[in-house]
């Protein structure tokens, strides 16, 4: 929910959509379509779960609260199963890889590994065929997925890819943090090739208003509307992710 409006509304806990239901239109996609930029999320079904053809999702399906966008009213229609702009804009993983060959991907993408795959605590079962360790595991399923988004025609004519953890360790010395993040892209600085960081102060808001920037879209949303809230803006070459996108260094 940060990620996709800049606040939890007040949500500390995992939970699904209905639980709350939001109504307001002041979060990321619905100011997409606005602007008339496409948006899909991708999500991969739970180990053993079904595919899903309904949407908003449950936890039937996924942790759905990896899904902020499913959690507002005019994404998930009321919370009806059959919701045309829910269906349309929230997809079954391995539709993402038939999307990228025939270049019919959205201009913003929000991908959700399923449990088994993005690293979390504890988590089983899983795949017997797959290691029993949780990082090791999501370590892998990276090393497999992402070379898919890296050598398609949209990432190398401009994309840019953010690895994010949504929370720090459970308990222990990082359970405030730090949050991982990985940034890579052409228009980053060291070309996606070579390692660059920072000890600049970041959290869900600073990646949220550089998307904003990125694509142009107003009025900066909850958190990433405070001025103390830092973009992303030193991690891309010239004035990328600053507001200045139409620059030769900056074109999609």
Known sequence: MWLEAGS???VLEDTQPGQPQLFTHEHLVRLLEDAGISWTAYAEPDFGSPVFDVCPLDFTYLDVEHLGFV???DVNEGLNPQ???C???VRPYYQLPTDLANHTSARYNFITPNLCHDGHEGVSPCDALEST???LRSDTWLKQNVPLILE???YQEGGALFIIWDEAED???FSDGPI???LLSRFAKGGGKKAYSNSIHYDHSSTLKTLQEIFGVEPLLGAAADPKTKDLSDFFKGNCGNGNDNSEDCRE
């Open 171 to 173: 308990d222990g010395k």
């Open 83 to 85: 919701s045309v702009e």
């Open 87 to 89: 269906i349309a804009h």
């Open 180 to 182: 991982g993040m990985f």
């Open 71 to 73: 959690f507002f009213n």
């Open 133 to 135: 360790d949780n990082t």
């Open 8 to 10: 939890n509304f007040g």
């Open 152 to 154: 398609s025609a949209e």
